[in-house]
């Protein structure tokens, strides 16, 4: 962190002086890069990061969550058994492709070069000039999930 923000105008090196190195937590970024076949398994279904765990670079991890949550309650009816089938085909296309699309902004985010980052760093401001709006219109197939009917009560 020194090395890399040591320079900046204060309070920035301060900050960073003021931590020791006992008190710097570091995470490693995790995600599942070979996708599990199905999220269930018998009559155990798994959902969230056990099911797809993702980046955070698209701020989806718990709303995928969310949302297999949903349709595990929509295909559980009262007292019926829960179809978990049709969960995974609800959910398994979608979650991949949240799973493939975070990796790619983490690939993107994470540049080092410095001629990688200026492209990178060009076309976005581009996409930007020429198509307000067409970065959100990227996030559309995340952003217009809607969710199933829910098993009325008997």
């Known amino acids: 962190l020194k090395r890399r923000f040591g320079g900046w105008h204060d309070p920035i090196p301060g900050l960073i002086g003021s931590v020791s190195l006992e008190q710097v937590l570091h995470d490693d970024v995790c995600w599942m890069a070979d996708p599990l076949p199905a999220y269930h398994h018998g009559r155990v279904a798994i959902l969230g990061d056990a099911a797809h765990a993702m980046t955070p670079h698209l701020g989806q991890g718990a709303c995928q969550a969310i949302e297999d949550a949903v349709v595990l309650a929509s295909v559980a009816g009262p007292g019926t058994t829960p179809d978990l089938a049709a969960y995974t085909a609800a959910r398994l296309r979608r979650t991949q492709q949240v799973v493939r699309d975070s990796y790619r902004a983490m690939r993107l985010s994470g540049l080092t070069s410095r001629p990688a980052i200026a492209l990178r760093n ?3 401001s581009l996409a930007g000039r ?25």
């Open 122 to 124: 060009a076309g976005v």
């Open 130 to 154: 020429l198509g307000p709006g067409l970065m959100l219109r990227q996030l559309e197939p995340i952003a217009s999930w809607t969710p199933p009917p829910l098993h009325p009560a008997p």
